[in-house]
């Protein structure tokens, strides 16, 4: 008798082990993460995507992008769609993206430690004359940068102006000429949504030294490029549009956030260290 009970035992163990098996596979990672391809040249425009488990009301995906190196050279921070995906494009290349070798893309969602990583390989933009040329960052947003050419001068910076729904180009001329901007629409742009971020393209309005200037534009789904000429002693170009990042974008905040608790933190203690025990 009891050898009929060890079978049955052994039989119940077993089949639970097989039915417990294709459970346990079909466990889906909290967060995904790709590229659309494993290697990337100079000027190339990388088409990252990924989808969450479990969409989180109001949360972003945070990006980055880390070099061969560990520098950091993209900072983002992503919206989740109502199908639980998200992506963006980047352009390789820029001064942080000198070194060639293998990149990483780290993303996190959330605060329960939803991680992944991707890796593509960037063949390096040292000594480049690729068409994506120089590129400055945004004041208050150095994790966003916009591409440039210039003759005739160079620039000095590029600035938001959030009361105008402005770009301040900033430049110092030597002579006539004219800038090439490939500026990213997550920096500035100029749509018919109520919002000014959504709908279909309209035209900027652009200044130089405050009179209207003609311009050339191409466009893709993540760059406006405009061409616009100048006349020596010109020291700004002005682009209007319906949306301009703030000075001091989503990451810039959390960063001042961090070190404010942080001061606040050091300083209490420090107040603490000198009161008098009795």
Known sequence: ??????????????????????????????????????TYANGEVVVISGEVREKLSGTPVTLQVISSNGNLVTVKQLDVSEDKTYGTEITAGGPLWGKEGTYTIKVLYGTNARTAEATFEFGGSEGSTAPSGKSIPVTGNPELLVGYSIQGGKIISIEPDVSANSLLVIIETTSDGQVKLMIPRE??????GPDGKSGEDV?????????????????????????????????????????????????????????????IAVSARTRLSIMPRY
């Open 1 to 38: 008798m009891s050898t009929l009970y060890t079978v049955i035992a052994l039989f119940a163990i077993l089949a639970t082990g097989v039915i417990a098996a294709p459970a346990f596979a079909q466990i889906v990672e909290a967060i995904t993460v790709t590229t659309d391809k494993e």
């Open 203 to 263: 035209d900027f309005f652009v200044l130089a030294d405050g009179s209207e200037v003609d311009f050339e534009e191409t466009t893709t789904a993540s760059v406006r490029t405009l061409t616009i000429p100048f006349d020596d002693g010109t020291s700004q170009i002005e682009i209007i549009g319906t949306w301009v990042i703030p000075e001091f974008g989503a990451m810039a905040a959390i960063i001042l956030a961090v070190a404010i608790v942080s001061i």
């Open 187 to 192: 920096v500035i742009d100029a749509r018919n």
